[in-house]
């Protein structure tokens, strides 16, 4: 299931789902992803993740998702503007994606329920939500519940794909192999089976993924390559070509994925939450790291630098308390769980409070953490800070701090 | 930013190559023309490397202790480099000459190797080291800027809070580094940990070439597995935008270790061929253990698992190779294991004395937990899969020498068989294929079915990028390559392969290991599946077409 949305403010899409052997539209079946104002690709897969991408990323694990007869897609948490430019439904279990067989366009069809939401075209949903539970649902037709189409279009193309391999055996065979070749077709055309597949499944993992039959592949050609092996050591022969090019092509498709992945072929490891920030990718450049961490910050964290206190106490999202400690004298409130000891940091309830209005509330947190300074990250690029509720209500700190600096992303203000 | 790279260059050259390159200098100078081991351009850099963060850290120690401050440091290691400068062009007339054409070299092997390394390089420059989401990074980088602030080896407030220091337990060696060149060159630690990503990096990949050059003795094989480190996921070696971190500097040590142990254990035996065997000690090659030694420190310095990964490995080659090869190879090799038994023992002995210095309360707390307590599975069941194991070659002699051998190896497989069926977790291999749960980074606890405490790690924290597809592919082929072809690079692969299933599937494996290492920590195991070095040596001897001994 994929979506594309546009929102004018920060929010969170949900969506819903039922099966066949589990009816109904409930919260068991459901995953939300984090929507920041602009354009977000929502895309929710079989024990996959969700994910919000083009602008940020939201790294949840779902359950299966399988056939579902209905769908519903709740664009926002409140009242306010959102434009759902595509959603598809795309079936998993096509060896090639074909439009036609494979994908359910759902803004090709009427949506059955519409709650709370201005439905403006045939194409797009631009819409304005009228009320804090905008909805829409839509029952996708009981034909494209069959199989027998995708079956068959899997069939057709490993009998082609069959017939290639064949080919390829026969030319690399000497003479006297090609006598033995009908011992090794066998083994040696389904040793080909899980290399293309991963093969056409890296270069269109952004269309679909089906990791049972990933996995149901893999152990199947593993299991037959090892039976090969044995086969021939029983009959006394040896490692001969044919079995060679089938080890190649199998590992070399095996391990294909991960030269596409660095190559930029492939935009998410496909198999698990592996951390694309971690690799180095072709097509990568200095500007993410400019954009996402706090070199672009260095001019504001000199200036706040002059002006705090060394040795003094601030708060700020997490990711600028971690930015601000790597480089100035002064000690954050906000790390991590896993950096945290005993009373001297921020709860999470306590992060909400100093983002509303509640004064009181606010001067007895500031007066527990023995706060000297906040400092407010106005970024909107950076991801790892954008998520953050300090980095977004800057108003609401007025109250109890006095603004002592204003750079182009960061504020200082000094508790009063 | 053009700036700031080249000052973070020519730093960064100062303090982590110019020292040591000079001490080494002086070093083959000082050593006579025989003793004197020859060594190319990748082993001087990655020997530079080490020598100058261990010297750094010297200054830096005593500095801190005399309370000078951290600011010194630089000076006297300008001291340093002066006196050795000087002291070089006094003995420039002794021991090896320096010359040119061992750093320009036209052959074609070379040549690639040096564009695969400058181009990574260039590249590593501007992708760097600073990752793009919010990592540990941040909490190094707060501590090395804590040393600048403090101007001292030993911090006086938490980097992060502020606060007390106790709960920052982390072995300072690459910090200091870090410290040292943004003190000196006004850098903040962002832009250093930037910039290097791409040293390390490099680093890494001479190291991994080196290692696979002195098992292979092939440069093809070389080149192709800095190829696949550059690109495989699986064993999580083409992590090189992390390089920054100290477990990966201590990585870079790691598989050092890996090629200094190899190397001495090679110029030793031709050393016994050329002289008299019966006086070994004689031959050995000081300087080379010398360096070895050297390597051990900077592991502890630096992160500290990575010398029990050595233990580990080496641990599990020994065992291998007295398993495995044949009598008359095993007869040839006796001086072999003879040294990686000296090497091992006073390893363990080395880490248990400093363990029982350094972190007593932590000792005490492991032994006395209950994962050492009755039924006491942890420790028996491993050791006696060892036993098991090592019991192969005296049992085989006997059940040879009476004419039931076939029997006997159809038993004894069988028993092996049994007994991984017994002490490995097979719902947990499953899990990782067909994952129900999502982990964390600490391992999950349970009891087995005797009530004895265990942990597997969660394939969730890394293990799955590790492992899937072409973690478990070359994790196959790692075991299984050693019973094509017994070369002492399938015997090492093996060895390291075995290693990595067994502490990542067996519950009593994966528990022992963490008296080892921090529970936390013993996931990195997986290091140690070597997935470039299997893919490259698979791949050479997959089209060694005319080789008869795979036909």
Redesign the interface.
């Known amino acids: 299931m994929e979506f594309d949305i546009e929102g004018d403010r920060y929010t969170r899409a949900k969506l819903y789902w039922d099966e066949r052997e589990r009816r109904g539209l409930d919260e068991l079946r459901s995953q939300s992803a984090l929507i920041i104002p602009g354009l977000n690709r929502v895309v929710i897969t079989s024990a996959k993740r969700v994910g919000s991408f083009n602008t940020t990323i939201d790294d949840v694990l779902i359950y299966p998702i399988g056939h579902p007869l209905r769908v519903r897609i709740d664009p926002m948490e409140h009242p306010g503007n959102f434009s759902l430019l595509s959603a598809s439904v795309r079936y998993m279990d096509c060896i090639l994606p074909i439009i036609s067989i494979c994908n359910y366009d759902l803004l090709q069809s009427k949506p059955t329920v519409l709650h709370q939401i201005d439905f403006m075209a045939s194409d797009s949903v631009i819409s304005h939500s009228l009320g804090s539970d905008p909805y829409l649902v839509w029952t996708i037709p009981a034909h494209y519940m069959r199989s027998d189409r995708i079956y068959l279009l899997n069939i057709t193309l490993l009998v082609i794909f069959s017939g290639s391999i064949w080919l390829l055996i026969s030319m690399v065979s000497t003479r006297e192999e090609k006598k033995r070749l009908r011992d090794h077709i066998l083994p040696a055309l389904l040793l080909f089976l899980y290399p293309f597949f991963s093969l056409i499944e890296s270069l269109s993992i952004n269309y679909y993924y089906s990791p049972s039959l990933n996995k149901s592949l893999l152990v199947a050609t593993v299991i037959i390559y090892l039976a090969a092996l044995l086969w021939q050591a029983m009959r006394g022969l040896t490692l001969n070509r044919v079995i060679r090019v089938g080890l190649f092509v199998s590992v070399t498709g095996l391990i294909l994925p991960d030269f596409l992945f660095h190559l930029g072929f492939i935009d998410r490891w496909p198999f698990g939450r592996e951390p694309k920030e971690y690799h180095w990718t072709l097509g990568r450049s200095f500007d993410d790291n400019y954009l996402q961490s706090s070199i672009k910050y260095e001019a504001d964290l000199k200036e706040i630098g002059l002006l705090a206190e060394k040795g003094g106490v601030f708060l700020s999202d997490v990711a600028t308390s971690y930015y601000v400690v790597a480089t100035l004298p002064i000690y954050s409130r906000n790390p991590h769980y896993h950096h945290r000891y005993p009373d001297v940091f921020i709860e999470k309830e306590e992060l909400v409070i100093l983002c509303s209005d509640d004064t009181e509330t606010k001067n007895s947190i500031i007066d527990r953490l023995e706060l000297g300074y906040i400092i407010i990250n106005k970024d909107r690029d950076n991801r790892n800070v954008a998520k953050s509720c300090l980095s977004r209500d800057i108003t609401s700190i007025d109250d109890v701090a006095d603004r002592l600096y204003q750079g182009e992303y960061l504020n200082l203000y000094k508790i009063k | 930013?053009i700036l700031d790279a080249l000052q973070f260059y020519i730093h960064s050259a100062f303090f982590l190559f110019l020292s040591g390159y000079l001490i080494q200098k002086l070093a083959t100078q000082w050593c006579s023309q025989s003793s004197c081991v020859r060594s190319g351009w990748c082993e001087i850099l990655v020997t530079s490397f080490l020598i100058s963060i261990l010297l750094n850290a010297f200054l830096v120690l005593m500095a801190s202790l005399i309370g000078i401050g951290l600011h010194v440091t630089k000076y006297l290691l300008l001291a340093v480099d002066f006196i050795a400068l000087i002291l070089i062009f006094i003995f420039r007339e002794r021991g090896v000459k320096f010359k040119i054409s061992r750093y320009i070299s036209w052959k074609r092997d070379d040549l690639l190797l040096k564009i695969i390394i400058i181009t990574v390089f260039i590249?590593?420059t501007?992708?760097?080291g600073?990752?793009?989401?919010?990592?540990?990074g941040?909490?190094h980088?707060?501590y090395a800027?804590q040393m600048v602030?403090d101007d001292s080896l030993f911090i006086q407030?938490?980097?992060?809070?502020?606060?007390?220091i106790k709960?920052v337990i982390y072995p300072p060696l690459w910090h200091l580094q870090l410290a040292l060149i943004s003190e000196s060159s006004g850098l903040?630690?962002?832009?250093i940990w930037?910039f290097i990503g791409a040293i390390n990096a490099v680093l890494f990949l001479i190291a991994v070439y080196l290692l696979t050059l002195q098992l292979s003795n092939d440069k093809c094989t070389s080149l192709v597995s800095i190829l696949f480190t550059?690109?495989?996921?699986?064993g999580?070696s083409?992590?090189?935008?992390?390089s920054p971190w100290p477990g990966n500097a201590s990585y870079i040590v790691l598989f050092f270790a890996f090629y200094l142990t190899f190397r001495g254990l090679d110029e030793w035996k031709n050393q016994i061929k050329l002289s008299n065997p019966e006086s070994p000690l004689k031959t050995l090659p000081y300087q080379l253990l010398f360096l070895l030694s050297l390597t051990f420190v900077a592991m502890v310095g630096l992160h500290g698992v990575e010398v029990v990964l050595y233990l580990l490995a080496m641990g599990a080659y020994l065992l291998s190779i007295s398993v495995l090869l044949p009598e008359d190879q095993l007869q040839d090799c006796r001086w072999e294991r003879w040294a990686l038994s000296i090497v091992l023992v006073c390893c363990l002995l080395f880490g248990v004395i400093l363990a029982l210095y350094l972190l007593p309360g932590h000792i005490e707390s492991v032994f006395s937990g209950a994962r050492a307590r009755s039924p006491y599975l942890n420790f028996i069941f491993p050791l006696l899969t060892v036993l098991y194991l090592l019991a192969y070659r005296f049992l085989s002699r006997y059940f040879k020498a009476i004419a039931y051998f076939r029997l006997f190896q159809s038993l004894y497989l069988l028993g092996l068989l049994l007994i991984l069926f017994l002490i490995i977790d097979i719902r947990h291999i499953l899990d990782l294929?067909?994952?129900e749960y999502?982990g964390r980074?600490v391992p999950k606890d349970s009891f087995d079915q005797f009530h004895n405490r265990v942990y597997l790690p969660f394939?969730?924290h890394?293990l799955?990028?590790a492992m899937?597809?072409?973690g478990v592919?070359t994790l196959?082929?790692g075991v299984g390559m050693v019973f094509?072809r017994m070369t002492r690079m399938n015997l090492f692969l093996f060895a390291t392969s075995s290693l990595v299933l067994l502490t990542l599937t067996s519950p009593y494996f994966f528990t022992l290991t963490s008296f080892l290492i921090p529970l936390p920590s013993v996931y990195r195991v997986h290091l140690l599946l070597i997935s470039p070095l299997i893919?490259a040596v698979?791949?050479r001897q997959?089209?060694s077409?005319n080789d008869e001994s795979?036909?």
């Open positions: 930013m590249a590593m501007f992708q760097g600073l990752l793009d989401m919010l990592a540990d941040w909490w980088m707060s800027a602030q407030r938490h980097p992060l809070l502020g606060g007390d709960p903040s630690l962002p832009i930037h550059l690109f495989i996921v699986g999580l083409s992590y090189l935008r992390v294929f067909f994952p999502i980074h394939w969730d890394q799955r990028g899937i597809w072409s592919i196959i082929l094509i893919l698979f791949y997959l089209f077409w795979l036909n």
